[in-house]
């Protein structure tokens, strides 16, 4: 279990054994209060089940996953409307390098620099067309002359 799934479960164990505490000390609580407070114990038995069966990660194996989860977010990916690729070039390659080195893992092929740019830099540049002459009626709208 990661480290921050570990810290969210032991926080949801202790807030829903005493929210079903609290239901169950209520002298005035109905059937589906006491119904609500045994599934919260229910609940909670069985995070603590999960959190004894997952071994506290050591020290490494939390610097790993935080890598592995590094690494993850600087793939490169290509925008999916204006198809710009992002996280390529020279210095994410060797980013993603440096992750995967110390993973161990082999090599990721180098993306090297943009091979294409973004459609709308290809625009030309034109001024903006004049202002349209201001609507008068002409004889045109004279419907009863």
Not at 101 to 108: A, E, H, T, W
Not at 124 to 136: L, Y
């Amino acid at each position: 279990m990661r480290p921050d799934c570990r810290r969210w479960t032991e926080r949801m164990i202790a807030q829903w054994s005493a929210r079903a505490a609290a239901l169950q000390e209520d002298p005035e609580a109905s059937a589906a209060t006491l119904l609500r407070a045994a599934c919260l114990e229910d609940l909670v038995r069985d995070l603590r089940r999960r959190l004894a069966a997952s071994p506290e990660p050591t020290a490494e194996e939390a610097l790993r996953a935080e890598w592995r989860a590094a690494l993850a977010v600087i793939q490169p990916y290509r925008h999916p409307a204006y198809g710009i690729m992002f996280n390529q070039g020279e210095i994410m390659d060797r980013l993603r390098w440096r992750y995967e080195d110390r993973l161990g893992l082999p090599r990721s092929a180098a993306t090297g620099r943009w091979q294409s740019r973004p459609k709308w830099a290809n625009a030309p540049i034109a001024p903006p067309a004049a202002d349209p002459a201001p609507f008068t009626a002409g004889p045109q709208m004279d419907m009863f002359g």
